[in-house]
């Protein structure tokens, strides 16, 4: 259908129209102004994303998350908070109100959850578009009402807010308390086994005593190390005197020896004169080989002499070359054994130190979980109070008037086509070629006095014949 035929249709119809339009417009009006008013108070929150938090000293990660502005606002939207809401208000004392809902309800359900439910039907929370700021509205017949509600609903937020941060750490206090306990134990059990250990063994915290130990071995090895040059020394100085005594230099340094080898020089010079002169058997002769023969007995005991002090220092130094060996000996296995003794204190040592640890990382958890779980402190502040609205956020006058005029007039159009879909009537001569599918001979002017009529196309169809005059 083209847009003038509309137009001659709407000429045609247009007491219908009229009538839907007035009809349509006058039940907008009547329901927008028979309508109660209801007032829209507001409150405003900012969230602190940015700055570092005080207990942990650093800014949180879930905070930089995108999801945290949807995560408090489903906070916001939370029956919790609509519940802490509710008991604010003091609806969860109000007797009537539970009598209201038991009759309601026939007492199926939850008191609470309804009492929450009920609030949050006329709550919204809406975010600020790129910020932090989070506002929530409430609608109510009462301004004051929407004021109050939507102020306890910011603070039952902040408290909620609040809980959710401290209520792990409580959770988490008595955890690290009886935690706590029982590492304090373990380090008590483990302080004691190496305290015992150091005292059956002696041993003292520092290595003191392993130093001692130690250096005592070292002195010992350097005698060792002495005694084994003078037992070398005077072991080949014994060996000499065995095979060539009257070489040795304490022989031939030998005061008494060396006079009595003198004197022995001089016998036998004389004796080698006399020889010569008095013969072999002359009695001064005889007298003269007695005492050469008696000096040098002398000289061979005095040269044994001199060589046995040197057999002796030999012998006295292979024992304190034998009692070093063994000090050096018995000083080793000490040292050896005490290492193990420490090594094995180390080990209880260990234990001790990670028990320390342990007990040391529980503790500043626990201390730090002690002030977080006392924390008054959250990151949501108060932007704005909601204060009691002066004009009423609805009914929209304007607006439903506005809606209600397009909607009536669409509404006159459509009941206008839809009547005349019902009921054809032949209007125009596009109508005659269209519906009769006959061509059209002539249109006779239309005539002032002469009244309108128009033929239906049943009527044509049927064969009834059209009145003089211009088709409508």
Do not use: C
């Amino acid at each position: 259908m083209r847009l003038a035929e509309i137009f001659v249709l709407l000429r045609a119809r247009w007491r219908l129209a009229a009538l839907v339009w007035v009809a349509v417009v006058a039940l907008v009006a009547a329901v927008t102004f028979l309508k109660e008013p209801r007032y829209t108070a507001s409150a405003t929150v900012v969230l602190d994303v940015k700055s570092p938090d005080p207990i942990a000293g650093m800014i949180l990660p879930g905070m930089t998350n995108s999801s945290y502005m949807g995560t408090q606002l489903g906070v916001v939207r939370s029956d919790r908070v609509a519940l802490r809401v509710a008991q604010a208000l003091g609806w969860d004392k109000d007797e009537e109100r539970r009598r209201r809902w038991v009759e309601a309800s026939e007492g199926r359900g939850d008191y609470n959850a309804a009492m929450a439910g009920s609030l949050l039907r006329d709550m919204e929370a809406i975010p600020t578009r790129d910020s932090n700021v989070i506002t929530v509205n409430y609608t109510s017949t009462v301004p004051e009402r929407a004021a109050e509600i939507a102020n306890a609903w910011v603070n039952a937020y902040v408290e909620t807010t609040l809980e959710l941060r401290v209520d792990p750490a409580k959770q988490y206090r008595g955890f690290f308390d009886t935690y706590g306990k029982q590492l304090r134990e373990d380090l008590e059990r483990a302080q004691a086994r190496l305290s015992a250990y150091q005292r059956q063994h002696g041993l003292v915290a520092t290595d003191e005593r392993v130093d001692v130990e130690t250096q005592r071995l070292m002195e010992l090895s350097s005698q060792l190390v002495v005694l084994q040059g003078a037992a070398n020394e005077t072991g080949g100085r014994q060996s000499q005197a065995a095979a060539s005594p009257d070489r040795m230099p304490e022989v031939l340094t030998n005061p008494v020896i060396a006079n009595m080898t003198s004197e022995l020089a001089r016998q036998e010079a004389r004796q080698k004169e006399l020889g010569e002169r008095l013969g072999e058997r002359h009695p001064e002769m005889i007298e003269l080989k007695a005492k050469t023969a008696e000096l040098r007995a002398t000289i061979a005991a005095e040269t044994r002499r001199v060589t046995g002090s040197i057999t002796v220092n030999n012998n006295v130094n292979q024992t304190r070359l034998a009692q070093a060996r063994v000090a050096v000996d018995e000083q080793r296995a000490k040292l050896l054994e005490l290492k193990v003794l420490r090594d094995e204190a180390g080990v209880l040592q260990r234990d001790v130190d990670n028990a320390r640890r342990a007990y040391d990382t529980i503790m500043t958890r626990a201390s730090q979980t002690n002030v977080e779980s006392e924390s008054t402190q959250t990151n949501v502040s108060v932007l704005k109070r909601a204060t009691p609205p002066t004009s009423p956020s609805e009914p929209r006058v304007v607006l439903n008037l506005a809606v209600g005029v397009l909607a009536a007039t669409l509404l006159a159009l459509a009941a206008a086509l839809g009547t005349e879909l019902r009921d054809r009537r032949l209007r125009t001569e596009d109508d005659v070629l269209r519906g009769l599918q006959l061509p059209l001979l002539g249109v006779l002017p239309e005539q002032a006095a002469q009244p309108k009529r128009s033929i239906g196309w049943t009527a044509q169809i049927a064969g009834g014949s059209a009145p003089h005059g211009k088709l409508n």
